[in-house]
């Protein structure tokens, strides 16, 4: 006897088939299964040497003294004079010594620096991790021209998924609303593969590494 079933029918009636019977699974720890070969290079190294590979400058500071003498020379080089920051923890430091900053969004068009803090910095890739989730926001870190970030040693984490533990830990269930993880300045290329950095974000990010208290 002829079936009668349309080509559609024939298909879902395969697919509930499939679906009742059970297979068993060719690789059952594969989420578990490491993805890159382990390392016992520091991870202060490790970060280093990957945002320098993506156009990134890493600074160590052992302390708030020395964090605040090698922003003056950045500031100096740079010739540094709109520098936003808009986070309580940062601003206390700064004021502490007398370090002058736009603690508002006032005349915001012109900011030549946004000084933020972070959420991780990942150092398999050189990444930053940002949020939203400080007072910093979602402008400070894309609108000017230069982003110097401000991280501790217990922030640095070897990969995204020991930063997402991070997250929460830090939030629990109620994350931020936005995640950006930052891999070097913004970058473009045209059709002819010409680098452009700055395009969309950014054109030099800086971070800072400090010891934690």
């Known amino acids: ?3 009668s079933t349309t080509p559609k029918e024939q298909l879902l009636k395969k697919i509930r088939k499939a679906l009742l019977e059970k297979r068993d699974n060719p690789y059952p720890n594969l989420e578990e299964m490491p993805l890159y070969p382990p390392t016992d290079e520091m991870l202060e190294v490790m970060f280093a040497e990957e945002l320098t590979k993506v156009s990134g ?21 740079k010739k540094w004079r ?5 986070e309580p ?16 969004d006032k005349d915001f068009e012109f900011a030549e620096v946004g ?13 930053v991790l940002l949020s939203n989730g400080n007072e910093a926001g979602r402008r400070l870190s894309i609108y000017p021209h ?7 040693a217990s922030q640095l984490v070897l990969d995204l998924k020991d930063a997402f533990k991070l997250m929460k830990q830090k939030y629990g269930n109620t994350l931020p609303t936005m995640l950006s993880v930052t891999t ?11 680098l452009v950095l700055g395009a969309h974000g950014p054109k030099e990010l800086f ?6 208290l």
């Not at 230069?146 to 501790?152: D, F």
């Not at 070097?184 to 010409?194: F, L, Q, V, Y």
């Open 184 to 194: 070097g300045p913004s970058r473009t290329a045209d059709i002819e593969k010409t």
């Open 57 to 77: 400058t890493f600074v160590y500071c052992e302390n708030d003294i020395q964090f605040i003498e090698n922003i003056l020379l950045l500031a100096e080089e």
């Open 89 to 104: 923890a940062l601003q206390e430091l700064l004021n502490t010594y007398e370090y002058p900053f736009y603690a508002t």
């Open 146 to 152: 230069q982003h110097v970030v401000v991280a501790y």
């Open 115 to 127: 000084l933020t803090l972070c959420e991780a910095l990942i150092a398999r890739n050189g990444s």
């Open 1 to 3: 006897m002829k079936d």
């Open 207 to 212: 971070v800072f590494l400090l010891d934690d």
């Open 82 to 86: 709109k520098i936003y920051c808009w």
